[in-house]
């Protein structure tokens, strides 16, 4: 069984920064996807950005250029560095462990860390 434990959500001024962090522990295949979601209140999980095991990167086109997916696969973790944060990012943040191993595959997600922006 895989456990993700996320940290790192906080209330932020508009224009400041914020790095959430994802821990997973269990077992992790080597083919796998970690990636971080949001969901704003009202409105449907969307995908923020996503890692490969070999590190290829994926971003929601709201978020290029805004935030960073990075993972050390040594520790398990992702992080999510957020730069110049917006009322528009507001959400629950949530971390997403997707992983195959040629005869099975599943998927894990962890509670949740809450981001607010507010003056």
């Known amino acids: 069984q895989v456990q993700l434990v996320e940290s790192g959500g906080a209330l932020v001024q508009p224009g400041g920064s914020l790095t959430l962090s994802c821990a997973a522990s269990?077992?992790?295949?080597?083919?796998?996807?970690m990636g971080w979601y949001r969901q704003a209140p009202g409105k449907e999980r969307e995908l923020v950005a996503r890692?490969?095991?070999?590190?290829?990167?994926d971003y929601a086109d709201s978020v290029k250029g805004q935030f960073t997916i990075s993972r050390d696969s040594a520790k398990k973790s992702i992080y999510l560095q957020m730069n110049n944060l917006n009322s528009g990012d507001t959400a629950v943040y949530y971390c997403?462990?997707?992983?195959?191993?040629?005869?099975?595959?599943?998927?894990?997600w962890g509670q949740g860390t809450q981001v607010t922006v507010s003056s």
């Open positions: 997403n462990l997707r992983q195959n191993n040629g005869i099975s595959s599943s998927t894990y």
């Open positions: 269990g077992s992790i295949f080597m083919s796998n996807v």
């Open positions: 890692i490969t095991n070999d590190s290829i990167t």
